[in-house]
C-alpha cells in the first residue's frame, strides 16, 4: 500500500555532466559518454524499459538509449518510501517531457500524471514538478540499479522501471508524489481538453470546491472519476456514483475507517483528514453523480 504524505528533506549533490541537450533521435550514447566522462566513478546505466510519454494532441516512447542521452541529475533524497535518505541518479523530469515532444504543453498549470504499474496514477502540476525539480530516476546514486524499497507488510520491491521523486525539500505528498514503479507519463492540458473530474459550476469556497480539492490530493490517485485518475480503486462516478448505492453514514465510515466496514478492504483510511474535510469530500461525489461523463470505450 501507497503511504501517507510525509515531509521530505532532500538537496542537490550536483549536476552530472550535461554539455548541452542531444539533438534529437537516438544520439544517446554519444551524450551518455559526455555524462560517464564528468562523473568517471559512476556506471552509466541505461533504463530497464522504454518510457510511454503522452500528452494533449502526442504521444512517443522514449527508449532506453534517449533516456540514457539525456541530462543527467544526482541528487540525495529523504526517501519517505524508505524513512532514510537515498541517492538516485536520472534525468530532470521536465527535460524527458520536451525530449518527447510535449515541449509546447509544459505549461505551469497543467498536470503530469505518473502512471504506475499497479494502476496507481500519482500527479503534480507542472509548477509543482519544476518547483521541487522533479527527477525520473532510474539508477541508484552509485551507478547501480535503483535499490529495492521495502515493501508494505514486509519485504522488498523493484522502484523500476522508473521511479520520480521530488529533489527540492519541503513537498508534501500531495504537491510532488514519489510514485515508482512508472511506465507512463501524461500531461493533462489545464482547459484545452475538459477535466471530467471537475464539479461543474460549484462555488469556488463552497463545500463541493474542497472537497475536490481534497479529492485530487488524496484520492485521485487510487481512483477514477468519470473514467480519469488512478485504477487500484473503482471509478467513483460511472456507471452508478458511490452516494447512489452507499447510505450516507456507512460511505462516511468507509472513508474515515475502510477495516471498519469491510474486512479485507485495501484502501487506507482517511480519518486523519479530520470530519469537516471528509464530509466535503462526500459533498464533492455527491454532486458528482449530476455530472457523469462516461468514459470512452
Ligand atoms: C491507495 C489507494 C486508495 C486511495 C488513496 C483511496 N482509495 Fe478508495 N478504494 C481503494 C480500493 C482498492 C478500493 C476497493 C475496496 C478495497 O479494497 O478497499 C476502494 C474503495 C473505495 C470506495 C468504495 C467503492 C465501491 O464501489 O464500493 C469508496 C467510496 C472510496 N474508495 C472512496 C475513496 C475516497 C473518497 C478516497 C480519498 C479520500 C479514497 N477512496 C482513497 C483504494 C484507494
Known amino acids: ?6 515531509l521530505l528533506v532532500g538537496f542537490w549533490v550536483g549536476m552530472a555532466g550535461c554539455r548541452g541537450a542531444p539533438a534529437g533521435g537516438d544520439d544517446g550514447a554519444l551524450a551518455a559518454a559526455d555524462a560517464a566522462s564528468a562523473d568517471a566513478a559512476v556506471v552509466d546505466r541505461p533504463p530497464a524499459a522504454a518510457l510511454q510519454v503522452r ?3 502526442g504521444r512517443a516512447e522514449l527508449t532506453p538509449a534517449r533516456l540514457q542521452g539525456l541530462p543527467r541529475v544526482a541528487a540525495t533524497v529523504e526517501d519517505p518510501n524508505r524513512h532514510a535518505p537515498a541517492s538516485y541518479r536520472g534525468a530532470p523530469l521536465v527535460e524527458v517531457l520536451r525530449a518527447a515532444g510535449a515541449g509546447d504543453a509544459l505549461v505551469d498549470d497543467a498536470t503530469v500524471v505518473f502512471h504506475c504499474a499497479d494502476g496507481y496514477a500519482a500527479q503534480a502540476t507542472v509548477a509543482q514538478v519544476k518547483r521541487f525539480a522533479g527527477l525520473l530516476a532510474w539508477q541508484g546514486g552509485d551507478g547501480g540499479p535503483l535499490p529495492a524499497l521495502p515493501r508494505h507488510g514486509g519485504g522488498a520491491l523493484d522502484p523500476g522501471p522508473f521511479y520520480a521523486m521530488p529533489t527540492v525539500a519541503g513537498a508534501t505528498n500531495a504537491q510532488h508524489p514519489w510514485p515508482y514503479q512508472v511506465q507512463r507519463v501524461e500531461l493533462v492540458a ?11 459550476g460549484a462555488p469556488a469556497d463552497g463545500p463541493v470546491a474542497r472537497g475536490y480539492a481534497a479529492f485530487r490530493g488524496n484520492c485521485l490517485a487510487c481512483h477514477a472519476m468519470n473514467g480519469q485518475g488512478g485504477a487500484v480503486g473503482p471509478d467513483l462516478n460511472v456507471p452508478l456514483n458511490v452516494t447512489e448505492y452507499w447510505r450516507p453514514a456507512p460511505l462516511r465510515q468507509l472513508l474515515a475507517d475502510p477495516l471498519s466496514v469491510r474486512a479485507g478492504a485495501k484502501m487506507p483510511g482517511f480519518a486523519h483528514l479530520g470530519d469537516a474535510t471528509l464530509d466535503d469530500v462526500v459533498a464533492y461525489l455527491a454532486y458528482m453523480k449530476n455530472h457523469k461523463v462516461p468514459p470512452p470505450r
Open 1 to 6: 500500500m501507497r503511504r501517507a504524505p510525509m
Open 55 to 57: 500528452w494533449p494532441g
Open 190 to 200: 489545464p482547459a484545452g481538453r475538459a477535466q471530467p473530474m471537475a464539479p461543474p
